[in-house]
């Protein structure tokens, strides 16, 4: 049984072979038997609590890979919240965020990352960070083309980088952003000890394609906890080598990239042990003109399923979306 009390009646792979091809066209439309029960297994089955809410799951190709998205569509939308999750992670643990959104009237587009979730790819692995970019790239065009404006733009660590990615990589600053917002929780720079992980990863990278996950105490919802460790059949069971790889690269060129006149609001946990956020917040100090900070204290990482108390300061520091 998962946290909103459904049993599980569904594997990932048949689930996938429901998915149909992302249209508008899917709107009004009712989703196939098993996508239904997917979605309530993770309560993404909004609908009763939003006046006229349209939930559509489809597919769209980016980077070789074929993605997952998710469309929670309201009538007279004020805007469009793109939301972009965290490593391991994928749509389906992301409710609280999405529900959020939609309660201050914005439609929610996001998707599972390559290799993650329901969409394809190697689980939790990946060659270069450019191919999340194209994803994203991909994902932004949609949302620009198809949804109401302004665009929100909402990233959770990984996530988080991939948005500072696209960000930095085109100098993209007041004049030419596509958001009216960017809110990045306990986004991703450097993990928690870079230096020691750097050299275990030239040590093992000849013999090993991968490690065993460890689930770690990354917030104190002990529900959450429970869930994803025991409960959630996305969730991947192995950190790979090449992922770590691609992320050595990125900070490389995270660090050296030129700042930009632009502001971001970052959401951070003080007992955050996965990334370095001390140094993380320097880094985004220089790169960011307009870099601003909400510290969630004794937060740990997964800000996006934290306990209630410290998630509604999380929620709090997205209000307003704009």
Same mark, same amino acid.
């Given at each position: 049984?998962?946290?909103?009390?459904?049993?599980?009646?569904?594997?990932?792979?048949?689930?996938?072979?429901?998915?149909?091809?992302?249209?508008?066209?899917?709107?009004?439309?009712?989703?196939?038997?098993?996508?239904?029960?997917?979605?309530?297994?993770?309560?993404?089955?909004?609908?009763?609590?939003?006046?006229?809410?349209?939930?559509?799951?489809?597919?769209?190709?980016?980077?070789?890979?074929?993605?997952?998205?998710?469309?929670?569509?309201?009538?007279?939308?004020?805007?469009?919240?793109?939301?972009?999750?965290?490593?391991?992670?994928?749509?389906?643990?992301?409710?609280?965020?999405?529900?959020?959104?939609?309660?201050?009237?914005?439609?929610?587009?996001?998707?599972?990352?390559?290799?993650?979730?329901?969409?394809?790819?190697?689980?939790?692995?990946?060659?270069?960070?450019?191919?999340?970019?194209?994803?994203?790239?991909?994902?932004?065009?949609?949302?620009?083309?198809?949804?109401?404006?302004?665009?929100? /733009? &909402?990233?959770?660590?990984?996530? =988080?980088? @991939?948005?500072?990615?696209?960000?930095?990589?085109?100098?993209? %600053? +007041?004049?030419?952003?596509?958001?009216?917002?960017?809110?990045?929780?306990?986004?991703?720079?450097?993990?928690?000890?870079?230096?020691?992980?750097?050299?275990?990863?030239?040590?093992?990278?000849?013999?090993?394609?991968?490690?065993?996950?460890?689930?770690?105490?990354?917030?104190?919802?002990?529900?959450?906890?429970?869930?994803?460790?025991?409960?959630?059949?996305?969730?991947?069971?192995?950190?790979?080598?090449?992922?770590?790889?691609?992320?050595?690269?990125?900070?490389?060129?995270?660090?050296?990239?030129?700042?930009?006149?632009?502001?971001?609001? /970052? &959401?951070?946990?003080?007992?955050? =042990?996965? @990334?370095?956020?001390?140094?993380?917040?320097?880094?985004?100090? %220089? +790169?960011?003109?307009?870099?601003?900070?909400?510290?969630?204290?004794?937060?740990?990482?997964?800000?996006?399923?934290?306990?209630?108390?410290?998630?509604?300061?999380?929620?709090?520091?997205?209000?307003?979306?704009?």
């Amino acid at each position: 049984m998962n946290q909103t009390g459904v049993e599980m009646k569904w594997t990932p792979e048949q689930v996938q072979g429901q998915i149909p091809p992302l249209s508008m066209a899917l709107l009004g439309k009712d989703m196939p038997e098993l996508i239904n029960i997917y979605n309530q297994y993770y309560g993404l089955d909004l609908e009763s609590k939003f006046i006229g809410l349209q939930h559509v799951v489809g597919t769209f190709d980016a980077a070789e890979f074929t993605i997952c998205g998710h469309l929670f569509a309201l009538p007279e939308a004020k805007g469009t919240v793109l939301l972009v999750h965290g490593y391991y992670d994928h749509v389906g643990i992301y409710n609280h965020i999405i529900e959020h959104c939609l309660s201050q009237g914005f439609n929610v587009f996001t998707y599972d990352l390559p290799g993650h979730g329901l969409s394809s790819g190697e689980r939790a692995a990946i060659d270069s960070f450019r191919q999340y970019d194209h994803v994203f790239c991909a994902a932004l065009e949609w949302a620009q083309k198809e949804l109401a404006s302004p665009l929100v /733009v &909402i990233g959770q660590s990984t996530g =988080g980088a @991939v948005i500072i990615n696209y960000l930095l990589s085109r100098g993209i %600053d +007041k004049t030419n952003t596509p958001f009216a917002n960017i809110f990045l929780m306990a986004p991703l720079v450097r993990p928690v000890d870079w230096k020691v992980s750097k050299l275990f990863y030239y040590l093992a990278r000849p013999f090993l394609k991968q490690l065993k996950r460890e689930f770690t105490q990354n917030s104190d919802n002990l529900d959450f906890l429970s869930f994803i460790s025991t409960s959630d059949p996305l969730q991947p069971l192995f950190l790979k080598t090449n992922w770590v790889g691609a992320l050595k690269k990125w900070i490389k060129f995270i660090e050296a990239s030129q700042p930009v006149d632009l502001d971001i609001h /970052v &959401i951070q946990g003080t007992q955050d =042990g996965t @990334v370095d956020y001390r140094h993380n917040m320097l880094v985004l100090e %220089d +790169k960011f003109k307009g870099f601003d900070v909400t510290f969630v204290e004794q937060g740990r990482h997964h800000l996006a399923n934290e306990e209630m108390a410290k998630l509604k300061q999380v929620l709090s520091a997205m209000t307003p979306l704009v």
